[in-house]
């Protein structure tokens, strides 16, 4: 069998990346587009020598998870074919076979996925990228930008301020624009990315005009020569706290969802004055200011500058003092630190924890360590080193932040022997 062949396969399972799963001739076939217990005829694009890979072109005979997409070119919701309820069972069975077979963790205590409320219309923020032509998300694996006007994961302030965007955009205008929502204050806030060519007089123009047809955007920020057309900061709340973001740092993009993690790290960690705890890839303060806020000495690392002013702006709105901010890469902060802490919260990016992070952790023998992933193979990867040092695992509570697509969203409390 060669490249671009197509096969009849029953897959069995589903993979991390959200694949579903068959075998052929003894090698296991990724399936982009299948479901488990569903017959596909695959066409194939990449052959190893113990697996191949290639994407569904016909179901044959389809899983009652199946369901109608929502949007025709949907890349960027790959799960939109699969019910809602199936795409929670999946996630879940994904999360323990990549603990288990990635890092031989078996019988761990892992919780029920908890479900997000709203499966649509629950993102708060989104980059789109422009061709000089269209503007839209780039298809999976190329950069082939492809033109969006509606998309059914936003909140509707942002739909409502992309839908005259896409309208009114002139050619070559812009390289790319992030869109930000309060869910809370129900407006938005854009950062434009000008093409170089394009005049600070012409970018006004269209921005006065942008604003004028959609009065819930507040304010544009553009990063070429104008300065702020409007608002150039978003509010927005959580756990009871006001949060002012810039357009681009680092914020969690499920609030619903966002509400009850928080709430879980704030009892897990149980924050009172006079404990120390660390806040690693603390982004603009999301955990930092509630566990301040119920009286704990937080020490927030960050390496995003906005994040960290973002974070500072809106201590200082609440008045809220005891946070120590540091701007610099987490694993080049640790190691200068030699306080004793109570408890440690860390959300990393998606490729995980620098391994001096971990021999950091290890170091400061913290009672208890709440680590926040984006990935089960990554959170598979980095846990070994904490189990190996004395941690063990007292929660694993997987949340969808992420529906219609296969990303999932896990919480460890890991406390030490």
């Known amino acids: 069998m060669t490249l671009h062949d197509q096969l009849e396969l029953r897959l069995d399972g589903i993979a991390q990346g959200g694949a579903g799963v068959g075998r052929h001739d003894g090698l296991v076939v990724f399936a982009t587009g299948g479901l488990p217990g569903e017959l596909v005829r695959v066409r194939l694009y990449e052959r190893k020598s113990s697996y191949m890979r290639g994407v569904v072109s016909a179901v044959l005979e389809a899983s009652p998870d199946r369901v109608a997409p929502t949007i025709a070119a949907g890349d960027h919701a790959p799960w939109q074919q699969i019910a809602y309820p199936a795409q929670l069972r999946f996630k879940q069975t994904i999360l323990r076979e990549q603990l288990e077979r990635l890092a031989g963790l078996a019988d761990l205590p892992l919780e029920p996925i908890i479900a997000a409320p709203q499966p649509w219309g629950y993102r708060n923020s989104v980059r789109l990228h422009g061709d000089g032509a269209a503007l839209g998300y780039h298809a999976s694996a190329s950069r082939t930008v492809v033109p969006l006007t509606h998309d059914p994961l936003l909140l509707p302030v942002l739909n409502e301020a992309l839908g005259v965007l896409t309208r009114q955009l002139p050619p070559n205008m812009v390289q790319g624009v992030t869109l930000r929502g309060s869910r809370a204050f129900g407006y938005a806030?854009?950062?434009?990315?000008?093409h170089p060519a394009v005049q600070p007089a012409e970018l006004e123009r269209f921005v006065s005009t942008w604003r004028?047809?959609?009065?819930?955007?507040?304010?544009?920020?553009?990063?070429?020569?104008?300065?702020?057309?409007?608002?150039?900061?978003?509010?927005?709340e959580l756990a009871g706290l006001t949060f002012s973001l810039s357009p681009t740092s680092f914020f969690q993009v499920n609030l619903a969802q966002a509400e009850r993690m928080v709430a879980l790290v704030l009892s897990t960690l149980q924050p009172l004055a006079g404990q120390r705890i660390l806040d690693l890839y603390s982004g603009a303060g999301a955990f930092a200011l509630p566990l301040a806020a119920?009286?704990?000495?937080?020490?927030?690392?960050?390496?995003?500058?906005?994040?960290?002013?973002?974070?500072?702006?809106?201590?200082?709105?609440?008045?809220?003092?005891?946070?120590?901010?540091?701007?610099?890469?987490?694993?080049?902060?640790?190691?200068?630190?030699?306080?004793?802490?109570?408890?440690?919260?860390?959300?990393?990016?998606?490729?995980?924890?620098?391994?001096?992070?971990?021999?950091?952790?290890?170091?400061?023998?913290?009672?208890?360590?709440?680590?926040?992933?984006?990935?089960?193979?990554?959170?598979?990867?980095?846990?070994?080193?904490?189990?190996?040092?004395?941690?063990?695992?007292?929660?694993?509570?997987?949340?969808?932040?992420?529906?219609?697509?296969?990303?999932?969203?896990?919480?460890?409390?890991?406390?030490?022997?």
Do not use: K
């Open 294 to 417: 119920a009286g704990a000495a937080v020490t927030a690392i960050e390496s995003g500058r906005d994040a960290i002013m973002d974070g500072r702006r809106s201590a200082e709105m609440h008045g809220i003092t005891n946070v120590r901010w540091i701007h610099a890469p987490v694993e080049r902060a640790l190691p200068a630190l030699d306080e004793t802490y109570t408890g440690v919260i860390l959300d990393p990016p998606r490729r995980g924890c620098h391994p001096v992070v971990l021999q950091e952790l290890v170091r400061l023998r913290v009672p208890r360590l709440v680590y926040i992933s984006c990935h089960p193979a990554i959170l598979a990867r980095d846990l070994p080193p904490l189990l190996q040092a004395g941690y063990h695992v007292a929660l694993l509570q997987p949340f969808d932040f992420f529906p219609q697509t296969p990303h999932i969203e896990t919480v460890v409390v890991l406390e030490l022997h």
């Open 189 to 194: 806030l854009a950062q434009l990315e000008p």
């Open 212 to 236: 004028a047809a959609v009065p819930s955007l507040a304010g544009v920020v553009s990063n070429g020569a104008t300065a702020a057309m409007g608002a150039s900061t978003l509010h927005e």
